[in-house]
């Protein structure tokens, strides 16, 4: 079966590499600390780890509640076919941001001291156990694709096991758990801003802000659908499923919504705090304020809001891939560049913190595509090839 | 009654004993470092430097001032470290210091980045590594010894005491020599206040301290940490609600379905 797809298999040996690549510096870390592999130091203590794989993996990790939550408690059955692939990218998402702390911490070995010794004024205290309590309800809205595909097994011994018990104890707690998750991870995703609450006389004024759990969460929601929708998009490119189109454009006309009640919240907190003006002075943090607006933000929302877009599978895409690259660039800001250093220090990742990620990532891609090969997780939506389409995309 | 110690730049003399004293109390490694073309040296705090004098060179009104100031933990009324630390490693005592307890850290080092004088430091470059900072030598003070730094300054530039009793000391010199001082105690008011109170004859943007305002900074991120209760409460009613909703007319409308057909059936 894996051999009739000749395309797919030079990514995944691209993938293999990266995470061979990224051992590496993984295993110097572990024995030389984290001074050697990375370019952090006192001045800066949180850097690339924590900006990407932290700050952006949650929040890409969005799609996971907001579909969820849409198809389950909003009860429209017409994105069923894209829940579990998002629930799924989700869960993978958090599983990765747990890898990356037991990486960006000190001493990884004691993360469970979060568990034994709680300071509930910590914000960090609450996104952790957001963390641990969402990856494992995301593993659990997931498990049924799993039983499912264990009760379907080539292996008789496996296949003959109960497996329709676990699955229909799931199903009866199917509504409580997502809840859970969309109460989890809107403490989680508002959470995350909570943590940088703390730095008022560090963080640029642009972006501190009384209301940045806010913005934190109501800019996830808005990435939410643009980031299943990148990524059904290219999972439908690699394994060969095709998406309705009323689905793509459905999740894409919620989207200027969500972004246009950030954008007014973002220019009305500026304004009520008397910062409007900084927008305009304050070279050169304006530069990164417009891009993260103005890519993520304002380009998307018009996007969006034509129909003609809408209806195109590439339009999409990559109204989706600009909404999700702004966020990026939102989380980068807030985490790393427009947070000012102890003075006399400079920062720029090392290639090795970079490897790391992307190590991670690529696990992440590899174990996509192991669920997508060996489970059920896009049963639904196998629609006709179309060949017009899909040039548009490449 | 919390303990706090006055830092005099006007009696400072730049010796460093203080830097040394506290490397010999802590058990400290020396850095090996660069001649940078000044006194002033190792360059920044770190893991093995909880304590260093600053050499400003400055000009302020026309004249030309050489002022040391010396750096450490300020140990704040409402420590940012404290409020951000998950584990609560760190402890704001009641007689003063923010201490240290390395057998609950677990290296996160949110303390390091919500820190807004730029504080605590880290061991980069070990494989199990701590957060390291001045710890107001707590084991000292509890045996009522002076701090290692206070009780070798040469010239009293370091004075030891009750908190308010030294922001009357400081006001009573700042009076006694308008001159020689600017009007500002620094660490009185800054972020809430701080245990370290600092006097200076230039005012202290010149001499690299942060410009602070007087309220905590910790206030914002308290508020929102006493938010997630109501949020959590309200999200979960909300989304139940809202399902409860949606399956009710779900079923209504099914109901109604069936009812027409009934209907039409007996007709």
Known sequence: MIAQKR?????????????????????????YGIGAVSNLSDGRPWGFWISFDLYCGVALAAGGFTLAGWVYLFNQEKYHAVARPAILTAFLGYTLVVLALLIDLGQPWYIWHAIIYWNIHSPLFEVAICVMTYTVVLALEFSPAVFEGLSKSNLPVIRRFNWHVPLRVIRTIQIPLVIAGVVLSTLHQSSLGSMLLMMPETLHPLWYTPILPLLFLTLAIAVGPAMVIFETTLSSKAFGHKLPMDILSGLGRAIPYIL????LLKLMDLTARGDIGLIFSAYPQNLLWWGEIVVGVIIPIFLFSMPGVRQSRGGVFWSAALVVIGLIFNRFNVSMLALAMRPGFTYFPHWMEVAIS?????????????????????????????AAIESTLS | MSKAVLCDANKCIGCRACQIACKQWNELPGDETTNRGT????????AHTFTKIRFNELENDGKF?????????????HPACVEACIVGAL??????????????????????????FGIPCFEWDTPIPWIRKCIFCADRLSEGWEPACVKTCPTDALKLGEREELIVVARERIAAAPGKYVNHIYGEKEVGGTSWLYLSPVPFDKLGFPTLGSEPVTVNAARAMGAVPPVLLGVAAAMAGIYWLTKRRQKLSQAKDSDKEEKGVTK
């Not at chain 1, 395309?7 to 024995?31: D, H, K, N, W």
């Not at chain 1, 992307?358 to 090839?385: F, G, K, M, N, S």
């Not at chain 2, 850290?105 to 807004?116: D, E, F, K, L, S």
């Open chain 1, 7 to 31: 395309a797919f298999p030079l990514g995944i040996s691209i993938l293999t590499l990266l995470v061979i690549l990224g051992l590496i510096p993984v295993i110097i870390r572990y024995l």
């Open chain 1, 260 to 263: 246009g009640i950030y954008l």
């Open chain 1, 358 to 386: 992307a190590a991670l990532v690529a696990d992440a891609l590899l174990l996509i595509w192991l669920a997508y090969r060996l489970l059920p997780i896009t049963r639904h939506e196998e629609v006709a090839e179309d």
């Open chain 2, 39 to 46: 006194y002033e040296n190792p360059p920044q705090l770190s």
């Open chain 2, 65 to 77: 001032y050489w002022v040391f100031t010396k750096l450490q933990c300020m140990h704040c009324e």
């Open chain 2, 91 to 116: 402890q704001k005592t009641e007689y003063g210091p923010v201490i240290y307890d390395d057998k609950k850290c677990i290296g996160c080092r949110y303390c390091m980045v919500a820190c807004p």
